[in-house]
């Protein structure tokens, strides 16, 4: 079981920054795969960004290539999202999510969900 805990979300005006971290508890955390989603208002949820369990391989959606990078700290049992260059259409809850058996965009594969964290773009 893996409890995940979103945090540093909130209210940034467009070009700003934010650091998303996301704590899990466990201590089998550095085994799983994480990633990380959004769901803005009316819309379903997206994926954004997923990192593998020893951070070798990194996957990032188009919209926010260049602009969000995500990095995991297994000691700390954090995962971490960097957002820069914050773009009105960014507005949306963030969540965290693990699993234990894939990276990647698929959000059916992942088994541990936060409850997620609001970031608002103001233009």
């Known amino acids: 079981q893996v409890q995940l805990v979103e945090s540093g979300g909130g209210l940034v005006q467009a070009g700003g920054s934010l650091r998303l971290s996301c704590a899990a508890s466990?201590?089998?955390?550095?085994?799983?795969?994480m990633g990380w989603f959004r769901q803005a208002p009316g819309e379903e949820r997206e994926f954004v960004a997923a990192i593998s369990w020893s951070g070798a391989r990194i996957y990032g959606a188009v919209s926010v290539k260049g602009r969000f990078t995500i990095s995991r700290d297994n000691a700390k049992n954090t995962v971490y999202l960097q957002m820069n260059s914050l773009k009105p259409e960014d507005t949306a809850v963030y969540y965290c999510?693990?699993?234990?058996?894939?990276?990647?965009?698929?959000?059916?594969?992942?088994?541990?969900w936060g409850q997620g964290t609001q970031v608002t773009v103001s233009s």
């Open positions: 999510a693990a699993s234990a058996s894939f990276t990647g965009r698929d959000q059916r594969w992942y088994d541990y």
């Open positions: 466990g201590r089998t955390f550095s085994s799983y795969a």
